[in-house]
């Protein structure tokens, strides 16, 4: 008796199925009982905030049974456990007689939550070092098993690590002096004022509206306004050509990709740190891809649509408006990687329309993809697909809570502390109000960026395909501009780096201080500001990451002129008028201002 068929979309597309046998049933049927599944584990999936219980499942259990057949390793752990008791022990007696006694253990230079002067008074001081010395055990009772596979050892670590966040003493009101302190001047208002502000976030959140202030920071007004217009627009992305302000500009104009997973203003946020502007003013003649805010019904839209419909879209778009004229490529993040597989695609037919390509912050070779490598395996994958396949994409509030896992004593616990014990407010900017503008990303889509790219490595190890072709990056022989940031948590910098192992053209590498973010936005005049710069020839030594860093003298400032000087550098001598606006000869007439309307869908 053959199975009923179920009326669903076919699940989880980016499974590679191998053809099996009838004896285990039709195409139909296989794919009915596989959209069961997909079923169970979304609803799962509401429960779990997107994370594979099976996934965490397997990781314990590779380490808890490893380590109970490690008697070596538990007796070092009972021994530490020991000598940390007797190092507690002493430090309370050495307090008990003098009051600067040394702590027995010092928090690691970014964490920030034991700082302030009343940690150092009992009974918050021993509550601190009880607890940092907690943190020390389970760090080295997690790591260092013998026989535990290294993602696993890196889950179960991020995982206990988690675990004992939640019961820091920083975040308890009664255990951490700055609110004690706090509460005793005020009289509780502060927590009377926290509650307010705790009860005015989860409204926000449930009726899915930006955080407080971030309506100060209105896209079009106060963001986002260099003046240009949008000249092209099809269903995924609208094209935003720049007005120019300089009376010639160089040849060759720049085309900007960026990533899709948020709002691309990121390089077009304030006047005054926007780096649209920065190179309009310099005489660059800028357009900019604006990505649509896809829904449930874009689900079926694909990693290769991006690269259709998105770059080589706008790459025709921008030879209509300024003809024989090659284009300095620029992809950020997410953008950057999708940049990348186009020009090895274009290498591929011997399409020569780009003068130049960077890299902001952008993967090539996922081998050492850094944390977000925690929440990416086979089992996280086909869960997060279950998911996708439900909601038909993966919403920005989802992608947002796996980063802020990622840093959770910065963006979750500072918060709660200072937003909610504190009664106080964290003052809102503009690249703040920027990152809770996010975005949805369609479900096949990401199910090919996670699967080909993140799992398989494809586009590094020249087994992507594009048009029946391979993509091959060695294949590129455009300049390469690269930059990677000194504190990425999304895209590391040595994993950036690894575009020197991939590239056989010159690659120009640029290390600045900050972060994923925070280290592109790096203005000119930006205080604090730092960044190294090496250039490596097509058949030069290529150097280990540290050995990079040891050869490369730090600049102070912003790595934005050496970038803009090196655009020009390889543009042609001689500056031109600038286009008009648009190709209206060609049918691109200009169809709004800037920004456009897809950045303003919610």
């Known amino acids: 008796m053959n199975a009923p068929t179920m009326n669903l979309p076919v699940p989880v597309a980016g499974v590679d199925r191998p053809n099996l046998p009838a004896i285990y049933g039709s195409e139909e049927e296989r ?42 390793k538990r007796l ?40 302030g002067e009343g940690w150092n008074h009992p009974p918050y001081r021993f509550l601190s070092q009880s607890f940092l010395l907690a943190e020390q055990w389970w760090e080295a009772a997690t790591r260092g ?3 535990v596979s290294p993602h696993h050892q890196d ?13 820091s003493p920083s975040n308890a009101p009664w255990a951490n002096p700055d609110v004690v302190q706090r509460t005793r001047e005020t009289g509780g208002a502060n927590l009377v004022k926290g509650f307010h502000n705790w009860v005015e976030d989860a409204s926000r959140q449930l009726g899915d509206q930006p955080p407080v202030g971030a309506e100060k920071y209105e896209v079009g007004e106060e963001v986002a306004v260099t003046p240009g217009k949008v000249v092209f627009r099809n269903h995924l992305i609208e094209l935003i050509q720049y007005a120019p302000s300089t009376e010639t500009v160089e040849a060759e104009p720049v085309l900007i990709v960026p990533a899709w997973i948020m709002k691309y203003y990121i390089l ?20 900019c891809i604006s990505w649509r805010n896809v829904t449930a019904e874009d689900r079926d839209l694909s990693l290769e649509d991006y690269r259709r419909l998105g770059v080589m879209a706008a790459l025709d778009a921008v030879n209509q408006i300024v003809p024989e004229q090659k284009i300095h490529a620029t992809g950020y993040c997410l953008g950057g990687t999708l940049l990348s597989l186009a020009a090895g695609a274009m290498a591929e037919v011997g399409d020569e329309r780009l003068a130049s390509m960077t890299l902001l912050a952008a993967q090539t070779d996922f ?12 089992s996280e994958v086909a869960f997060l697909e279950s998911m996708m396949w439900e909601q038909g994409v993966l919403k920005g509030s989802q992608m947002a809570g796996t980063f802020q896992l990622l840093r959770s004593n910065d963006l979750i616990w500072s918060r709660l502390i200072h937003d909610y014990l504190m009664g106080e407010r964290m003052p809102m900017f503009d690249l703040m109000a920027w990152n809770a ?36 990056i060695q294949n590129i022989r455009v300049p390469l501009f690269a930059v990677g940031t000194e504190k990425d948590h999304v895209a590391p910098w040595r994993s950036v780096y690894k575009i020197h192992n991939l590239a056989s053209t010159e690659v120009t590498f640029v290390l600045t201080s900050g972060g994923h973010n925070a280290g592109i936005v790096s203005e000119p005049g930006h205080k604090g500001r730092s960044f190294r710069k090496r250039r490596t020839e097509a058949h030069g030594e290529c150097h280990s990451p540290e050995e990079w860093v040891a050869l490369t003298e730090p600049q102070e400032g912003s790595w934005w002129p050496a970038w803009e000087a090196w655009l020009s550098a390889h543009s042609d001598a001689d500056r031109v008028q600038p286009p008009s606006m648009g190709a209206p000869s060609a049918g691109l007439f200009p169809l709004e201002d800037a920004p456009g309307s897809y950045v303003r869908q919610r």
């Open 268 to 287: 077009d946020l304030s006047p005054h740190n926007s780096l649209v502007k920065f190179l309009v003013d310099k005489g660059h003649t800028v357009f």
């Open 145 to 147: 098993v013998l026989g």
């Open 437 to 472: 503008d996010s975005t949805r990303m369609p479900y096949q889509m990401h199910s090919d960026y996670l699967r080909k790219l993140f799992l398989r490595n494809d586009l590094a190890t020249g087994r992507y395909i594009v048009d029946g072709r391979p993509v091959a």
């Open 31 to 72: 794919e009915a009982f596989a959209a069961i599944d997909s079923m169970a584990n979304a609803v799962m999936a509401r429960f779990t905030l997107g994370m594979s219980p099976q996934a965490i499942s397997l990781a314990f259990a590779d380490w808890g049974l490893h380590l109970a057949s490690s008697p070596g």
């Open 155 to 167: 889950v179960v670590s991020f995982t206990v690590r988690q675990w004992l966040d939640v019961w």
């Open 76 to 115: 070092q752990l009972a021994l530490d456990a020991y000598h940390k008791s007797v190092r507690f022990g002493t430090y309370m007696l050495d307090c008990a007689v003098q009051h600067d006694a040394a702590p027995c253990v010092t928090p690691a230079p970014r964490d920030k939550r034991f700082t």
């Open 367 to 378: 081998t050492e993809p850094g944390e977000l490598e925690l929440f990416i395996d086979d």
